[in-house]
């Protein structure tokens, strides 16, 4: 079980990357696409590092592809809000040079294919999960040490829409919107409707007396 808030996916240990070090594009300004990637709960450091993976051999020509692996980058660094947005135009990308720096920009062992198609399915997918059995993240944490929660988590409730759930600490209900690589915490201001069928082989773990809340997928491929 994780012990502090994460996910699986991201390594322990990063390369340190700024966006001054990645190759100029024309017409892209990247320290404002790396602050729209903080601003929407990502880490830019993160984004830099993933950018970078995947220019190594060269910015693509088309800026189309040029876009689709900022956007990828973005989604990789967190930014859960541009998902959707990496998801269509990584479909889009047919050169194999661009396609293998998509999967750099991912830092996924498996085809660009491949990982699309399960994604399509299964938004908590990446190649290496079996090997943490099941466990994708844990989310919140004690906010005394840069957490979310003054109090454990003691409920959590499948939402309707994908991703989702409602998580009650104390007196408090939150919205939990998560994926592979980002999450999303809300508090609401009343307690959220659960819908039962839609958490599926999906739930949330919650420990007594932890400030966690750890997200687990049952009979991972």
């Known amino acids: 079980m994780m012990r502090m808030p994460g996910h ?54 088309e800026r189309t592809d040029v876009f689709a692996l900022v956007s990828l980058a973005g989604w990789r660094a967190g930014a859960l809000t541009l998902r959707e947005d ?54 919140g944490g004690f906010a005394g040490v840069g957490g979310s929660w003054i109090a454990p988590p003691t409920e959590a409730l499948p939402l309707a829409e994908a991703g989702a759930f409602g998580i009650r600490t104390d007196d408090e209900w939150w919205r939990a919107d998560l994926d592979v690589w980002g999450v999303r915490l809300v508090r609401l ?6 819908d039962p069928d839609a958490a599926g082989s999906v739930s949330i773990i919650l420990e007594e007396n932890s400030y966690l809340a750890v997200l687990h997928v049952e009979a991972t491929p």
């Open 8 to 61: 699986r996916a991201n390594p322990l240990r990063q390369p340190r990357t700024e966006v001054s070090e990645i190759p100029a594009v024309e017409g892209l300004d990247l320290v404002l696409a790396a602050e729209n990637v903080r601003r929407q709960g990502g880490d830019p450091t993160r984004f830099a590092s993933a950018l970078s993976a995947g220019f190594a051999e060269g910015v693509p020509s």
């Open 86 to 139: 990496a998801l269509v135009r990584a479909e889009t990308i047919i050169e194999p040079a661009v396609r293998s720096a998509a999967t750099r920009v991912l830092d996924i062992r498996s085809d660009l294919h491949s990982f699309l198609q399960k994604q399509s399915t299964d938004r908590y997918w990446w190649p290496d999960r079996a090997k943490y059995n099941g466990i994708v993240c844990a989310i």
């Open 189 to 194: 201001s009343a307690p959220p409707t659960e």
